[in-house]
């Protein structure tokens, strides 16, 4: 056994030993004990919820032999228990290391071929296993970790390869179908293809892993261990082991070594459902896994050893690949869904780790990344989805990569990168390098001139197989696929035969029956556009002729027949059980039906409730021939077999719809959830029944035991067990899915009964069902049916049956799986009811995640099974049998028919939207129908046109009547609305017709104008060809396009060029404006201060004059000082400018200096520019903008010459046109006189030249509505007549079609004015034949006489005319003559010029070349240049700086001279205390260092230093006393002068302040110093640099001008022009010649000639200048001495005039004091202001008092009023008591109203009294002087009443 044992193991252990296994042998002990530890190593990185569940774990076998019942995950993750039960069994059987393999080294491949394909297995039991592991067998295993696994140490093959499973207690043999070959090969699974020697390869193919040799193509199998498939293989560098990663629940990695092919490691616990990607790193001792879904788990192995280094997760979605680095190992690459991320092994802290960096894409498109590959520089070069490489390095896009014309470099993903010698290899899923359809290519990678072409080596389908069907005769099969190919095998001898390719995708075959065709040769194949082909298989060696075949291959096909039933894809096609019908179903819910002796002749179809996917006729045991139909929506149809009509004409038949067939149909109605509710209802009453029993007999052994207290007690239990029992679980609810569940498969099993198999919810059962009557009455859609019986199927509840087929006497069921298993039951005879589908053999072959099994199929012999699946693999197998293959054994192919070369081969159908047969008969009646609807509108058309015809006689016949008698138009119409709403409609129809074209309409216009903007608009001037009249001479123009990006057009100078008017508007426009609107402004202004001083014009006073005055006298005084000074200071500036145009001694002047270096430049001995030594003069030199410049000013004025030579031919076409058209009009001018000429006087008429279309190119976009109706006929005729030469002339047709027409109705080239000439002429001839037409008399004499000078006349203007034109003619052609002259010379100088520009641009690219590096010498010299500058600047700055504290020394030293003697002076010559003062003064003393104060701190601190240097003013005798001598110099000595002590004081202070600043001084000198000797080093330094610069900078202006220099350039020479001659001839060899041209000859000679003459004149002029300088020289002398005597005069003068020497610039700028001035100026102002202001004053007094008087007179008024009415008051009151007195007798008291209005009458009093008094306080105040007026006081009662009023 191995050292772990997988799930399962266990419990096959037992049957294994029983079947007598053919090795014993088991690993050492110590390696089980390894490896089990190895796993508890795993177990103890899970998580805590990972932990394995207690209790006895029950292992059954199932489909793959090993599978087990667990309840969880983590059971299989730790089989610890299981290897200690191992441990404790197999303690004592040991074996020898290298024993332990199952395939012993001496039988590698035989025993392999004989054992691995087919195993024979007696018996197979399942057990139940305890797998509980005691604590110490676990310690034991933990402790051997550290143990290394034997090198030498193998796992058996036999213990891990998957096994079929077969029922127990079954007789059936477990190799009942053995693998005999593979046909597939799945090319779309990821690195499904290794090498593991030059002729070995190997591949996936769902459950096995394939070996085959490329010479001989034979093949190997290793099975899955697993059971669930391979999800990838990989191979060690060196060749010696490959990887199996399977897929499953936790995979295992296993390692194979090669070739022994024997398992040699297993790694587990990597991923949980599948592995992705396994590699191996360079040197092979690690191994990178990483997982699928949904961990993505990136694991580093250290394989030998079977351990994990490292663990984490890759990605959070699809990773597709993961590489180790082969320069570097500890760095991976992992890629997938939209991610690229880059790993390194780092060592951390914590230890080892992998460290992942997730590639960004930044601008770049976000892409799935398929292959890559690892450079060796570190960079990673990976594919995208778009097919362009993506260059990465750090993690980011360096660059994206694609081919050297923008295009892609794969039109696809690329899905792998190599790195061959040096060369990158990328292979794409678009075909290049890598077959996408399926094949396996051999290429040879030399890429040398003996490379052999690419070789297929096998081909395959690509995809899934979606049919197979196999010969009823011999060993062949027809497969078809989506990938457009049916293809023939021969599955005896393993070899494929023949294929054909069509243009869309085969979805159904069969083989046709015998009883339709003999020899078996013939096969239907059913397609995804609807079409059936009936395809015919032949040997192509029994035909007689061979014309042209080269190979005889050994099968060949030829298609038959084709015909369309459906339109769409096929999916079900079935012969009748005699041959007589072909039906075909289809997704397009139709079966049509054929009849197979006429030739396929359709006899109908019907429509089905759904998709078809499945068609059976019922066998020959039924009575009656029916057709089964399932559809995938749960609709199963049986339909009887349809009625053959006789020969009859089926014209009249609309449609082939049969509608009278009694279809019986079953709609099936979910019954699982009853099922399983019945199920549970059993189990349940299983249970009871089983409780009750052994209660009973509990109750018996209690009653027998202990009597009626054992009843007692028994009742007690049952009451406690009745109390402790729970209510039953809820039965399960019936369920009905709301889809139906598809149909799958079905088969007959009796008339009318038939099985079904179902996938979706009702998956797990067969059913078995029955059809109900026949009722046409009701709807297949309202009927729910339930099967009348069901079989129960293990293990196939997410795993149902897609296909089912039966062996020839229908004892063994073959199954294809969904998960591409095969299921193998076993029936009885005669078992239509299946009751004895209970036994079965199950095993996995295809993929299991997506290799559903599509096809199954058995040979006529039933000795081989076929299975295709989705994975695209291909299975045959060999059926048990007691008979036994032979080796030899190879299918017949069937001969050819005689005749079958020569029969023509059927048009095929290779348009898929071709009709459908059903389609093309409803169109066929369409067109019938609309042939008569027609035939009856032409008749229509037809009476329409009688009518209008007779409706125009009517017409014509009112329009002869007179006037007055015509009937009106609006007389006509029946009905003057039928006329407007024609109106109507036809307007609504042409707005809805101009509504549907808008967009066709905006899409060609602007498709015209993108054509304009590409082709015309460029183009400035087309191609005119000009034809001469008389000769064949012609000129063309140049075709012009806009100027090239090199054309700078020179541009004139503002001062040269006329401003436009944009530029005036720009320039003075705004501004002027402005400017012109502030002059308005201004000159209102100004109007507006002359009206207003017209105004305001007073007569000045005195005091105004007197200002004036003044001012004008200050004015003037300034004035003349001014002046004078400005003088003064113009006589200085020319003093100044006078003697700066001095010449210095040693001055030289500027242009001969210019002269000097212009002749030591351009004179001497010159060197050639090809000269090794030739030095480029810097205004000499080139580059690509100076080179730019110049093609472009060559491109503009050949664009400017061309111009103007296109300007002349268009003139010249101009003229021709006017030629014409004046030759038009002579020529009807001609034909009026010759009309009145006889004819024997008539002169033949000159042609009229014609304007051919090349002249009018302009006329080609013109086009009107006759033009694009003829187009638009002409394109229609093209394309009925669907010819390629008339697409493509259809195509050219809108230009050459306008061209055409255009040129056509412009023959004649008339325009406006030629044509109402020619009318006018044409009018004129029409009326002379009238005026002679009255009246034909005799003419009188004069009449003849008159007739006679007219004839003369016209015969005079018929020569005039035809001179005439022949002068135009001939004076048009010399035009054109010498024009062509000028243009062929012109032509030449084009010819040069581009030969010119062709130099100038091959100079560009070499100057462009030189470009970058000479800029980069040219930085670098101007860099030291300006270096060098700034040092020479701060050089100068130092020496500057160095000078002035220089001066600043000088002037310290003589401050301290000055101190010195002023201090000797003070003293006397005869004190005697001078020795002992100037000891005191010249002592040195320390002093504290003046510093800033900045803080308290900084004030306490005393500085140590003290000037100790001695004043360089101090004596020896000083310096030689004595130091030690002591004095105090802080007392004055007796009799010393106290003042003269204090003075030596307080001068020794200011002498040390000097000395400190002489040495601060001293010290910023000295550095200056060191500071300028630096700055020279570097000067020195940088100047060096910029020798050096230059120097380089002038090699590659030399190498630039030499690569210059070899550049060959095109001179037209003329043989005359050659002077360089050898014995008379011209020799072959021209490189060392010059080419000169004529004026540079002369220009040198007369050179020579003027530099002779030249040096006579210098010679003479340098002489003359010589005695010139000798007479200025006395000159001189003179002119000083007159000089000394004017100074001595003028000197003279002031002292006699002034007394002493004055300034005179000072005396003449004398002026007045200005201040004093200005001061009397603003008194008088003020002066003046003042009288103003009190003159003001004085106006309003005068004012305020003409006011106060009006007042007083209002108030007096007012006065007057108020006594007036005191006066009435006291007359209404004395009435009133009169009234009241009179009346008062009557009433006794005081009324109330008397009352209230007494109280009025007194408030008012009070009020008129309060009125007075203010008025009277009124008066007062206004009689004061600048007394002030206040309101009236107002009583509380008016302030009530006044809002009132308001």
Request: with cysteine; proline share 4%.
């Amino acid at each position: 056994m191995r050292p772990t044992a997988r799930p399962g193991s266990a419990a096959l252990e037992e049957g294994w030993r029983c079947l007598g296994n053919r090795s014993k042998r088991r690993p050492p002990a110590d390696a089980v004990k390894r490896g089990a530890a190895a796993v508890s190593t795993f177990e103890e990185m899970k998580e805590p919820d990972d932990q394995d569940t207690d209790g006895e774990k029950s292992v059954t076998s199932k489909s793959d032999g090993k599978k087990s019942l667990r309840s969880s995950k983590s059971e299989s993750r730790s089989p610890v228990q299981e290897d200690n039960t191992f441990l404790e069994d197999d303690t004592d059987e040991t074996f020898n290391e290298g024993e332990g393999s199952y395939l012993e080294e001496d039988s590698d491949e035989e025993r392999l071929e004989g054992s691995l394909s087919s195993f024979q297995y007696d018996d197979l039991q399942s057990t139940t296993v305890p797998q509980q592991t005691p604590a110490p067998a676990v310690e034991e295993a933990e402790e051997e970790v550290k143990k290394k696994i034997s090198e030498s140490f193998f796992y058996d093959y036999m213990e891990l390869a998957s096994m079929p499973f077969v029922t127990l207690d079954s007789n059936i043999p477990l190799d009942l179908l053995t693998l005999v070959h593979s046909f597939g090969y799945d090319c779309r699974k990821r690195a499904n293809l290794q090498l593991l020697d030059d002729s070995i390869a190997i591949y996936i193919a769902g459950n096995q892993l394939i070996f085959l040799n490329l010479k001989t193509k034979e093949q190997i199998y290793l099975r899955s261990s697993s059971g669930e498939g391979i999800g990838v293989i990989g191979v060690h560098p060196h060749k010696t082991y490959f990887t199996v990663a399977e897929k499953g629940s936790f995979p295992d990695i296993i390692i194979y070594e090669y070739p022994s092919l024997r398992p040699y490691r297993i790694l587990r616990d990597g991923t949980e459902k599948g592995y992705a990607y396994v590699d191996f790193n360079y040197s092979g001792n690690l191994l990178a896994s990483v997982g699928s879904n949904p961990d993505y788990t990136l694991t580093i192995w250290n394989w030998k050893e079977e351990q994990p280094i490292l663990r984490t997760k890759a990605f959070s979605q699809e990773v597709f690949k993961v590489t180790f680095n082969p320069d570097n190992e500890e760095q991976l690459t992992t890629s997938g869904s939209g991610h690229i991320k880059f790993w390194e092994m780092a060592f951390t802290f914590t230890g080892l780790k992998l460290q992942g960096s997730l590639g960004r894409f930044g601008k770049t498109i976000t892409t799935d990344i398929e292959g890559y590959m690892e450079l060796p520089d570190g960079k990673v070069l990976s594919g995208s989805e778009w097919g362009n490489m993506l260059l990465w390095e750090g993690g980011l896009i360096k660059v994206e990569l694609c081919r050297g014309t923008s295009k892609s470099c794969h039109n696809g993903p690329i899905n792998q990168i190599m790195l061959y010698e040096g060369e990158v290899i990328t292979v794409g899923s678009d075909g290049y390098v890598r077959d996408a359809n399926g094949a396996i290519w051999k290429l040879d990678l030399s890429f040398s001139n003996i490379t052999q072409d690419p070789e297929c080596l096998f081909s395959f389908h690509s995809g899934a197989i979606e049919a197979v069907a196999v010969s009823p005769l011999t060993y062949l099969m027809a497969t078809t696929a989506l990938d457009c190919s049916v293809r023939i095998y021969d599955f005896a001898s393993k070899t494929p035969l023949a294929q054909m390719k069509f243009k869309q995708g085969g979805t159904a075959l069969v083989w046709v029956p015998r009883m339709v065709n003999f020899t078996g040769a013939q096969i239907i194949v059913g397609f995804e556009d609807g079409v059936v082909r009936i395809l015919e298989l032949y040997d192509p060696k029994g035909l007689t002729i061979f014309a042209g075949r080269k190979k005889i291959l050994d099968a060949d096909i030829q298609l038959k027949q084709v015909f369309k039933p459906h339109t769409a894809c096929v999916t079900a096609l079935a012969y009748e059980r005699d041959g007589e019908i072909l039906a075909t179903g289809s997704k397009d819910q139709t079966v049509f039906f054929f009849e197979v002796e006429r030739d396929y002749k359709p006899i109908g179809y019907i429509n089905t409730p759904g998709p078809v996917c499945q068609l059976m006729w019922s066998p020959m045991s039924h009575p009656e021939s029916t057709l089964l139909i399932m559809c995938e929506n749960g609709y199963i149809l049986e339909a009887p077999l349809p009625t053959i009509k006789q020969e009859e004409d089926d014209h009249d038949v609309v449609s082939y719809e049969i509608k009278d067939m009694c279809i019986k149909c079953f709609h099936f109605s979910s019954v699982k959830s009853k099922i399983l509710r019945l199920i549970e209802i059993e189990k349940r009453e299983r249970q009871r029944e089983l409780k009750e029993k052994i209660r009973e007999e509990r109750r018996n052994k209690l009653a027998a035991e202990m009597g009626e207290d054992g009843e007692k007690e028994f009742q007690e239990e049952e009451e406690e067990e009745e109390e402790e029992e729970e209510e039953e679980e809820p039965l399960p609810e019936i369920f009905i899915p709301s889809t139906p569940s598809p149909i799958l498969c079905g088969f007959y099993s009796e008339p009318g009964k038939f099985w079904v198999s179902l996938g979706g919810y009702d998956s797990g059962f067969l059913y078995h069902c029955e059809f109900p009557p026949c009722d046409e009455s009701s709807d297949f859609k309202e009927q729910k049916d339930e099967p009348i019986d069901v079989r129960y199927l293990a293990d196939t509840e997410d795993n149902p049956i897609q296909t089912i087929t039966f062996n020839i006497n229908k004892v063994m069921m073959f199954c294809g799986m969904k998960n591409g298993a095969i299921r193998v039951y076993v029936l009885n005879q005669n078992d239509p009811s299946l009751t004895s589908l209970v036994d079965y053999w199950h095993f996995n072959m295809h993929d299991n995640n997506y290799g559903c099994i599509k096809s199954i199929a058995s040979s006529f012999d039933d000795r081989f099974l076929v299975t295709a699946g989705a994975d695209g693999n291909i299975f045959v197998f060999n059926i048990f049998s007691e008979f036994m293959l032979r080796k030899d054994m190879k299918a017949k192919v069937p001969s050819p028919r005689f005749g079958i070369e020569t029969e023509p081969i059927p048009e095929d159908i290779e348009d898929p939207k071709a009709y459908s047969i059903e389609n093309a008969r409803r169109k066929r009646e369409h067109d019938k129908l609309m042939k008569e609807v027609g035939e009856i509108k032409a008749q229509k058309r037809e009476q329409i046109k009688a009518l209008r015809s007779e409706f125009c006689k009517l017409l014509e016949m009112n329009e002869k009547l007179p006037k007055h008698m015509q009937f009106k138009r609006t007389d006509f119409d029946v009905d003057s609305q039928i006329r407007a709403e024609m109106h109507r409609k036809t307007a609504f129809k042409i707005q809805q017709v101009e509504k549907e074209l808008a967009w066709e309409k905006e899409k060609h216009e602007l498709g015209l104008m993108k054509l304009k903007n590409r082709f015309r608009d460029p183009l400035e001037s087309d191609t005119i060809v000009v034809h001469a009249i008389l000769s064949d001479h012609k000129i063309s123009s140049y075709r012009l396009v806009q100027p090239s990006k090199y054309s700078k057009f020179k541009r004139a100078s503002q001062s040269e060029r006329k401003p436009s008017k944009l530029d005036r508007f720009e320039k003075e426009g705004p501004g002027r404006k402005d400017s012109q609107r502030d002059a308005g402004g201004s000159v209102t202004i100004q109007e507006e201060s002359i009206v207003e001083k017209g105004k305001k014009f007073r007569p000045k006073t005195l005091s105004e004059i007197i200002v004036e005055n003044q001012i004008e006298k200050t004015r003037k005084l300034i004035l003349k000082a001014e002046r004078a000074q400005l003088k003064i200071q113009q006589r200085k500036k020319e003093w100044e400018e006078l003697y700066k145009s001095k010449p210095g001694d040693d001055y030289e002047d500027p242009k001969d200096l210019q002269a000097i270096k212009e002749a030591q430049v351009y004179m001497g001995d010159f060197n050639l520019k090809t000269a090794p030594d030739y030095k480029i003069p810097e205004h000499m030199r080139i580059n690509a903008a100076k080179k730019e410049e110049e093609l472009g000013h060559l491109d503009s004025l050949v664009h400017g010459n061309k111009r103007h030579m296109n300007k002349c031919i268009l003139s010249l076409r101009d003229l021709k046109v006017a030629v014409v058209e004046e030759i038009q009009c002579l020529v009807e001018e001609l034909k009026n006189i010759q009309l009145t000429l006889h004819i024997s006087k008539h002169i033949p008429i000159p042609k009229i030249p014609q304007i051919h279309p090349e002249e009018v190119p302009e006329k080609r976009f013109q086009y009107d509505e006759e033009t694009l109706l003829n187009f638009k006929q002409q394109q229609m005729k093209s394309n009925d007549e669907k010819s390629p030469g008339v697409e493509q002339t259809g195509s050219g047709g809108p230009v050459g079609g306008f061209l055409k027409l255009s040129s056509g109705k412009d023959g004649d080239l008339t325009t406006r004015d030629s044509i109402s000439r020619s009318s006018k002429a044409s009018t004129f001839s029409l009326d002379i034949p009238k005026c002679l037409e009255f009246e034909k008399a005799e003419p009188t004499d004069v009449e003849l006489e008159i007739m006679k000078r007219d004839e003369i006349k016209h015969v005079y203007m018929q020569q005039y005319l035809v001179n005439r034109i022949k002068e135009l003619v001939v004076t048009f052609d010399a035009e054109l003559r010498l024009l062509r002259h000028q243009k062929l010379k012109l032509d030449t100088q084009m010819k040069l010029s581009d030969l010119h520009h062709v130099t100038l641009f091959q100079e560009i690219l070499l100057l462009k070349n030189f470009e970058k590096q000479e800029n980069v010498l040219q930085e670098r010299v101007n860099s030291l240049d300006k270096e060098e500058q700034y040092m020479q600047w701060k050089i100068n700055e130092t020496l500057k700086e160095m000078e002035e504290k220089k001066n600043e020394i000088t002037k310290l030293q003589e401050q301290e001279k000055a101190l010195y003697a002023g201090f000797q002076a003070a003293i006397g010559e005869n004190n005697k205390f001078a020795n002992f003062l100037m000891k005191v003064l010249k002592k040195k003393i320390k002093r504290v260092k003046k510093k800033e104060v900045e803080g308290d701190a900084d004030e306490d601190e005393e500085s140590e230093e003290s000037s100790e240097e001695e004043s360089s003013l101090e004596s020896d005798e000083d310096e030689s006393e004595s130091e030690d001598e002591v004095f105090d110099d802080s007392i004055c000595p007796t009799n010393c002068d106290v003042a003269l002590f204090e003075l030596a004081l307080q001068l020794r202070e200011k002498r040390l302040d000097i000395e400190e600043a002489l040495v601060e001084e001293k010290k910023i000198v000295d550095n200056l110093k060191k500071e300028y000797d630096t700055l020279s080093k570097k000067v020195k330094i940088v100047a060096t640099n910029l020798n050096a610069a230059e120097e380089a900078l002038e090699a590659y202006q030399r190498e630039k001008q030499q690569r210059l220099n070899e550049l060959l350039v095109v001179i037209p020479l003329k043989l005359h022009q050659i002077e360089y001659v050898v014995f008379g001839e011209i020799p072959s060899d021209l490189s060392g010649t010059l080419v000169f041209s004529n004026h540079a000859l002369r220009r040198l000679q007369e050179r020579i000639r003027e530099l002779q003459e030249e040096n006579s004149k210098q010679q003479k002029l340098n002489k003359e200048w010589r005695e010139r300088r000798k007479q200025l020289i006395r000159e001189k002398r003179e002119m000083t001495k007159t000089i000394h005597k004017m100074e001595e005069t003028v000197r003279q003068l002031m002292i006699s005039k002034f007394g002493r020497v004055v300034n005179l610039e000072a005396l003449q700028t004398l002026s007045v004091n200005t201040t004093l001035e200005e001061l009397k100026i603003r008194k008088l102002r003020k002066e003046l202001a003042n009288a103003k202001e009190m003159k003001m004053w004085e106006e309003k007094i005068a004012q305020m008092r003409w006011e106060l008087m009006m007042k007083t007179k209002e108030h007096t008024r007012k006065l007057y009023q108020m006594n007036d009415l005191c006066i009435e008051k006291k007359k209404l009151d004395s009435r009133l008591n009169t009234l009241q007195n009179q009346q008062g007798n009557a009433f006794q008291g005081p009324r109330e109203a008397d009352v209230v209005a007494r109280e009025e009458v007194t408030e008012l009093i009070q009020l008129q009294a309060e009125r007075i008094s203010a008025l009277k306080e009124e008066i007062a105040l206004l009689r004061r002087k600048g007394g002030l007026i206040l309101p009236p006081i107002q009583s509380p009662r008016e302030k009530e009443i006044q809002p009132a009023d308001l």
